[in-house]
């Protein structure tokens, strides 16, 4: 059985976001990161649709959701696709990739500019001011919100250095659990009625 997130990659118009590194980077990620990418910018922009944002916008968080992680890729590889438990100063290494990320898109001047580095900024913050810069995300745009729980999502689904591939029910459990702490009461609600009501998304994973 194929994992989630493989399902979930082949919904993703993968050629859209290969030009969307190319036109705002110059290059493509490792696979992973690509492939990571693809699954989150597609979910950030059915999510976004679904919260009743217009087509336009619901593209533009899905392309600052493709890069949400670009600053990584300046970072050292045997840190970032490390195989075991980061150290507490390989995290604070790791950390840097939200502003490394927004520096490097800061010359976009197009109409997504403010959300791509928003985006790469700021999506490790917390509802409650616990995450990364200790902004609460309750200050900052609805949209950051949006990719980053998809983020999380994704993550849960994924296989890491530290756990395995979670299923769909675990991640969702996962995402509950953030609830009032990681994310707003309302957008948790929202997301897990998103996924639940997501017949493609039900159906490839029954598959
Ligand atoms: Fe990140």
Redesign the pocket.
């Known amino acids: 059985m194929y994992e989630i997130v493989d399902l979930l990659e082949k919904l993703m118009d993968s050629a859209l976001v290969e030009q969307i590194w190319i036109k705002y980077i110059g290059k493509l990620p490792n696979v992973s990161i690509l492939n990571e990418s693809k699954t989150v910018a597609r979910l950030s922009e059915q999510l976004s649709r679904d919260m009743g944002y217009s087509i336009k916008m619901s593209r533009q968080i899905g392309i600052a959701a493709a890069l ?2 670009a ?2 890729m300046l970072l050292a590889p045997e840190i970032v696709y490390k195989q075991s438990k980061l150290t507490p100063k390989e995290f604070e290494v790791i950390k840097t ?2 502003w490394l ?1 927004a520096n490097m898109l800061s010359n976009v001047h197009d109409d997504t500019n403010k959300l791509i580095q928003n985006v790469c900024l700021l ?2 913050e917390k509802w409650n001011g616990e995450g990364y810069m200790g902004i609460p995300s309750c200050c900052l745009p609805e949209y950051i919100s949006i990719v980053a729980i998809v ?1 999380v999502f994704v993550a849960a689904l994924s296989k890491r250095s530290y756990k395995e591939a979670w299923t769909l029910d675990t991640a969702l459990g996962h995402i509950q659990q953030l609830s009032g702490s990681h994310f707003s009461h309302e957008l948790v609600k929202t997301f897990l009625r998103f996924i639940s009501g997501n017949k493609q998304l039900q159906f490839l994973i029954a598959g």
């Open positions: 949400h992680d600053g990584k990739h939200t990320g999506h490790h983020d």
